[in-house]
């Protein structure tokens, strides 16, 4: 409620005349009242007063006379990337990006991680947390919906969510406690792990547990995907065991998605890979048969001495709890893993011992100024699109990294579309034609060719260039369009048996320079000069056979002429050509 009091100027009276107000009569002993003008907007209440009057704002108005709505959505209450709308006056509502829920956003049911880091969840301080009945927003309170509900992969999900306190401030979410169960010595009791990932990229770390047992050996449970399977591998404290499902083939539009979930017991972990297709219940007890989309793996540790003298009761992992990646690698941490990548796509739907976590909990949170992502992670995930053959063009394939796509491209192109072609292979009477006449003041390429001899390339106006091999040899040889003498010269031996070699000629004023080096730049040759006049060489260009046009007649009647084509030869470009 917002109370603005506005007061009047007093007249004083003159001659026992009352004319103006506050007052009325002839001894000005009638107040007038303010409020009959109503003076109030927005259905405020107004208050007369003696020469003043009060408007009592309703929620969502300010201002003297209450006209100025409220902007709810200034102090940005909506978190993770959502989107606040205004309502109704003091009303605000949040749009939350995909696998982000709560009334403001508040919950991060998924996440997309890029494999440059991880959430990482602090074992050793976790505390069971309670749930509030309600949360406020500022100028009104809103009840939260105590469940959410949601589907992955055919399997359902119901988020509970978790918070300290009843409250959660409007200006900013705190991070809660995680809801990570203890036994009575504090440590974390974790015999069940479940959650949904989707991705295109078959490597990176899903989940590593740490902890140590009482007699201070180290125990781990790591899940990671490396050479398309899904690779388990875990240490009770005195047997380390691994084993691994193949999870490469099963896709969706070159898709992997899966619900998956660890059980931990004194005497094994099992893996299991979207645990309703494999004959398990479902969330609402309805029984289900098992299908081909059920994999399970399990670790055998019955046989640990441990397990088999009884002292072995739990797993006590009270360390740290990675997920999606390691956020700093200690030499054991290195020691456990295949490799340190984290994992590239989506995963969520994190399910302790039954109860969700909210993945914005993790100690591990740094977000940037626009709360929308942390650490290379962005909260939520948004629905993918599959990677297309056809936005690749001349033969290119797609590959789908989950954050981008990117083009393969066939032998001799390049570009983002394979739409350069970097490369031409040249056979008896093939040639290749660039039009437009730019100079042309240094030209570069990569030659192989299974002959000695023959042409590369040639131009035909201002003063004629052309490059060929002659007996191992690259000759340039000009043509002075002032002149009509030739200039002919020979840089190195036996190309034609190196593999690839690059080929440089550079035009200075009267200079030139014609450099030859093998692939790894190791020099096969370098000539340099200068010519009676300056060097003006232009397009149009020509690669391969000299041309039949009469044009052309001017290399053909040279005293040292040109040979007719380079057969068998590859030429290709250090930078992409445009044909």
């Known amino acids: ?41 927005s259905q405020a209440t107004c208050v007369e007063g003696i020469n003043f009057y009060t408007c009592i704002c309703p929620a969502g108005f300010e201002g003297p006379s209450c006209s100025v709505d409220i902007d709810e959505c200034a102090s940005n209450p909506c978190l993770h990337g959502g989107t606040c709308h205004q309502g109704q006056p003091s009303t605000f509502n949040c749009s939350c990006p995909p ?34 009945s309600s949360i406020s927003t500022g100028s009104t309170r809103r009840r939260r919906r105590a469940v ?11 988020y509970r969510i978790i918070h300290h306190g009843g409250v959660v401030p409007l200006s900013r979410y705190r991070r809660q406690a995680i809801p990570f169960p203890i036994d009575g010595a504090g440590n974390s009791v974790i015999s069940e792990v479940r959650f949904t990932m989707a991705t295109t990229v078959l490597e990176g770390i899903l989940l590593v547990l740490t902890g140590v047992t009482s007699t201070g050996s180290p ?120 490799d340190t ?47 297309l053959n056809t936005s690749c063009a001349n033969g290119g394939t797609c590959q789908d990294l989950w954050l981008s796509k990117v083009c393969s491209c066939a032998l001799g192109f390049s570009s983002e579309r394979c739409d350069f072609q970097n490369m031409a292979n040249f056979e008896p009477q093939s040639m290749l034609h660039f039009a437009g006449n730019p100079v042309l003041s240094k ?11 023959g042409l590369i ?20 040889q000009l043509i002075s369009y002032d002149t009509g003498r030739d200039l002919v010269t020979r840089v190195g031996d036996d190309l034609h048996l190196q593999g690839w070699v690059k080929v440089a000629v550079e035009f200075n004023g009267t200079q030139y320079k014609l450099d030859v080096t093998s692939q790894e730049m190791v020099s096969l040759g370098s000539v340099s000069g200068t010519a009676g006049s300056p060097i003006l060489v232009t397009g149009p260009l020509f690669l391969g056979a000299l041309h039949a046009h009469p044009a052309l007649d001017k290399w053909r009647t040279r005293e040292e002429g040109l040979p007719s084509y380079l057969s068998n030869v590859s030429v290709k470009s250090e930078r992409p050509v445009q044909q």
């Open 1 to 41: 409620m917002r109370i603005y009091i506005l007061t009047q100027n007093i007249f004083q009276i003159s001659s026992h005349l009352c004319s103006v107000s506050p007052c009325q009569g002839i001894a000005c002993n009638i107040d007038i009242n303010e409020c009959d003008s109503n003076p109030c907007s």
């Open 99 to 132: 696998g982000v829920i709560g009334e403001l956003c508040e919950v991060v049911a998924t996440a997309t991680f890029n494999g440059a880091s991880a959430l990482t969840f602090d074992l050793s301080s976790a505390t069971q947390v309670e749930q509030p």
């Open 148 to 158: 959410e509900d949601a589907e992955v992969n055919g399997e359902s999900f119901t």
């Open 219 to 338: 125990q781990h449970v790591v899940l990671e995907i490396a050479n398309g399977d899904l690779h388990l591998s875990a240490n009770d404290g005195s047997r380390l065991l691994s084993n691994q499902v193949t999870i490469s083939g099963q896709s969706t539009s070159g898709v992997i998605n899966h619900v998956v979930q660890l059980t931990l017991t004194s005497g094994q972990i099992e893996l299991r890979l979207n645990p309703t297709a494999c004959g398990d219940s479902d969330i609402e007890g309805n029984e289900n048969s098992r299908d081909a989309r059920c994999a399970t793996v399990t670790l055998d540790f019955s046989r640990s001495q441990d397990v088999q003298n009884g002292s072995f009761s739990a797993w006590t992992l009270n360390e740290q709890f990675f997920f999606g990646g390691v956020s700093e690698f200690t030499s054991y941490l290195r020691s456990i893993v295949k």
């Open 341 to 387: 990548k984290g994992f590239v796509g989506c995963l969520g739907n994190l399910m302790v011992n039954g109860r969700s976590v909210n993945l914005a909990d993790a100690d591990e949170l740094s977000p940037t100024q626009n709360n929308t992502a942390v650490d290379g992670l962005d909260f939520g995930c948004a629905s993918h699109s599959p990677c």
């Open 443 to 453: 030209i570069e390429f990569y030659l192989s060719s299974a002959n000695d001899t």
């Open 457 to 476: 390339l040639y131009t035909l106006t201002t003063d004629s260039l052309s490059l060929s091999l002659d007996n191992g040899q690259i000759r340039l």
